[in-house]
């Protein structure tokens, strides 16, 4: 696809400066800085336990870094969150949410405690239902929901107040073929209308697909960053990535005995 850009602000989108976290001691995120430029759709990807996740829980508040900073629109997560928040929705890995509601209910709270219009929460909530697939769903409770229809729900429930950043940790994860569709239409729409996309995916070929950056994190350091073209250097991502992080091959006899 032809990915074109609108003029960018001179503020990021999201700007992550030398942003550090340790458990038990241990540093997994080793100063992880990255720009997403405004109007653009870009991907974050890594092997599992890479610090993808970490540090897109810093970059949204969701977990206190131990260095460095993390901006939205030139707002600041830590020390100004409020205004930050405001024009952030995210849907982040494994994050609990109020399961004991219907998908409708939780939907209307969140639009809510955005502070949102109740006619507006009304009307965005059934435009999101419709086209999320769920309307059909009314009175099923959201801990019934199967997990790809979880994904949908707390993918809505980061649109409902119309944000100018996503930042999404496995949005496809879980999700059928026609669901995943849909989503591709609406996350593109997005980005069309002057939006900015940030997603973490270990599907190679729907990154190419979809996102016109992308950034490539191993054991808690950027291996590479900026735009699609410039990361692949004339090769797959896929391969552009198992050159960077190593692996991918199974050593000689390795498993033999299943060939025997």
């Known amino acids: 696809m032809d990915h074109e850009l609108p003029h960018s602000d001179p503020a990021p989108a999201l700007d992550l400066r030398d942003l550090r976290k340790s458990f038990d001691g241990r540093e997994v995120v ?28 810093m970059a949204t508040g969701l977990l206190v870094p131990d260095g460095g900073t ?29 399961d004991r509601l219907t998908g409708r209910e939780l939907l209307t709270y969140v639009g809510l405690l955005r502070r949102l219009d109740p006619a507006v929460v009304e009307e965005r909530t059934q435009s999101l239902l419709e086209t999320l697939g769920l309307a059909d ?44 569709s849909t989503i591709r239409e609406i996350l593109l ?28 994190i191993a054991e808690g350091q950027v291996l590479a960053h900026g735009e699609l073209e410039a990361v692949r250097q004339g090769r797959s991502l896929s391969d552009r990535f198992l050159e960077l992080v190593g692996g991918g091959h199974v050593a000689q006899g390795g498993l033999a005995w299943l060939n025997q």
């Open 30 to 57: 080793h100063g992880v800085s990255l720009q997403v430029p405004r109007g653009s759709f870009y991907g974050l990807v890594g092997p599992n336990g890479a610090g993808k996740t970490t540090t897109l829980s």
């Open 70 to 98: 993390a901006q939205v629109l030139g707002h600041d997560v830590w020390a100004d969150p409020a205004p930050a928040k405001a024009v952030m929705g995210v849907l982040a890995d494994g994050l609990r949410t109020f």
């Open 137 to 180: 769903e009314e009175g099923k409770l959201v801990v019934d929901y199967s997990a790809g229809m979880t994904k949908k729900i707390l993918l809505a429930c980061a649109l409902v107040h119309a944000p100018r950043l996503l930042v999404l940790d496995e949005p496809f994860e879980a999700v059928d073929p026609v669901s995943a």
């Open 189 to 216: 729409a997005f980005v069309a209308g002057g939006g900015t996309v940030i997603l973490s995916s270990h599907v190679m070929a729907l990154v190419e697909e979809l996102c016109t950056h992308v950034a490539v």
